[in-house]
Every structure is written in structure tokens, then in C-alpha cells.
């Protein structure tokens, strides 16, 4: 079984996870990036795809612009992985955060410690930057949270 985990958004983040096997890229900033990234992912005809996609929703004073950008784009996450034939999951932060960040206070920074020590050689910390990337360390996780709880 392969295991992709999705957190949406500009500075989200996507990873993979097959067996011990597994690998974290920042959200690509095209929707042909995204797609050929994903279609490598999901190549291998010898393992069914999962695709855990963070749930998310607009907040209270988010622009109109920003979040209509931003909804696009998780479209776009969800028609890709459904045209790649992907089954697609998609919880709550707090659904997958209470499993995956228990003992925590649940922020970014815990994020991305959890990730650390669940997965000890994983990098998270993109080409040109200095500081770990949340959004992989949540996609990680997101995947992570479906190999544990999808049966």
C-alpha cells in the first residue's frame, strides 16, 4: 500500500510512504508539477494508492481572493489523485492531529518534532531554505496517520 499525504496550500506539502520507504517534497507551485509529481508517486501498479488530504475550510477574516485561491487548489489536489485513482481521505486537523500529535501542543514546531522522531532520516528543510518545512512535516504525518488508521 502506498500512503500520500497532502497538506494543501502554497506553503503545504506532499509526502510518500510504502513500506519503509518514504520521502516529503514541498507543494509543487504548478498544477503540471503537482501532477507529475503525483503520477510518479502513484506508479507502481503493484500497490494501491491512499491519499490523506488534510480537510480544511475557510476561517473567519481570510480574504475572499486568498481563499478562493486556495480552493482551487485543493480542487485541483483531489481531481488529480481522483483521476490518478487514488482512494482519498480526507481528515479534520483535529482528527489527525489527536492521533498523531497527542501529548502536544499540537502546533507547527510539534509538527515537525513528531516527524523527526517518528521518521529519524527525513528531510524537511527545501532546497534554498534554511528552516524545516511545516507543511512536510504535516504531510508526513498526514500519511503516517493513514497507514496507522486505515485498516
Known sequence: MI???ID?????G???LCNQKY???PMPETRKQLFDLLNEMTSDVNHSVR????SVHAMPGQGVTSMFTFGKGCGEV?????ALGAEIYEPTPQAWKKVMLAGTDKGKDASIQ?????FPDI????KGCRKPNDGMAEAILLAEYGRRTLK
Open 23 to 25: 520521502e516529503t517534497y
Open 51 to 54: 491519499a490523506i488530504v488534510e
Open 114 to 118: 513528531v516527524a523527526e522522531n517518528i
Open 123 to 126: 528531510q524537511l528543510v527545501p
Open 3 to 5: 500512503y500520500i499525504g
Open 78 to 82: 483531489l481531481g488529480i489523485l481522483t
Open 8 to 12: 494543501p496550500g502554497k506553503k503545504g
Open 14 to 16: 506532499v509526502a510518500y
